[in-house]
């Protein structure tokens, strides 16, 4: 029984804020590296963030740095993206995954667990 659950997607206007939840259940966060993924109509799933067990690393997709920031809050189990100024382009289903993998990856089969993934649509 364990879960990954997003929330926070919705339709936003181009330059808006959104801020994406990532909770688990069944088994604690704390040694697993934490990635979001998204993914487009008729494209593959392509990594955006991950942030390792501790918090201390974390990495971005040049598509998103400078706007996306992840943290992590292991006593709530949950692990956030922030993003600011969206684009059009970064309108997708938008997942996160955990993973055992101590460096942190944007490898998708190397993660374990993936939530149910949350709608983000960015449009005037």
């Known amino acids: 029984q364990l879960q990954l659950m997003e929330s926070g997607g919705a339709l936003v206007q181009p330059g808006g804020s959104l801020r994406l939840s990532c909770a688990a259940s069944?088994?604690?966060?704390?040694?697993?590296?934490i990635g979001w993924f998204r993914q487009a109509p008729g494209k593959e799933r392509e990594g955006v963030s991950y942030?390792?067990?501790?918090?201390?690393?974390?990495n971005y997709a040049d598509s998103v740095k400078g706007r996306f920031t992840i943290s992590r809050d292991n006593a709530k189990n949950t692990v956030y993206l922030q993003m600011d100024s969206l684009k059009p382009e970064d309108t997708a289903i938008y997942y996160c995954?955990?993973?055992?993998?101590?460096?942190?990856?944007?490898?998708?089969?190397?993660?374990?667990?993936w939530g149910q993934g949350t709608q983000v649509t960015v449009s005037s």
């Open positions: 995954a955990a993973s055992t993998t101590s460096r942190g990856t944007f490898n998708l089969k190397l993660y374990n667990y």
């Open positions: 069944g088994f604690t966060l704390d040694y697993y590296t």
């Open positions: 942030i390792s067990d501790t918090g201390g690393s974390t």
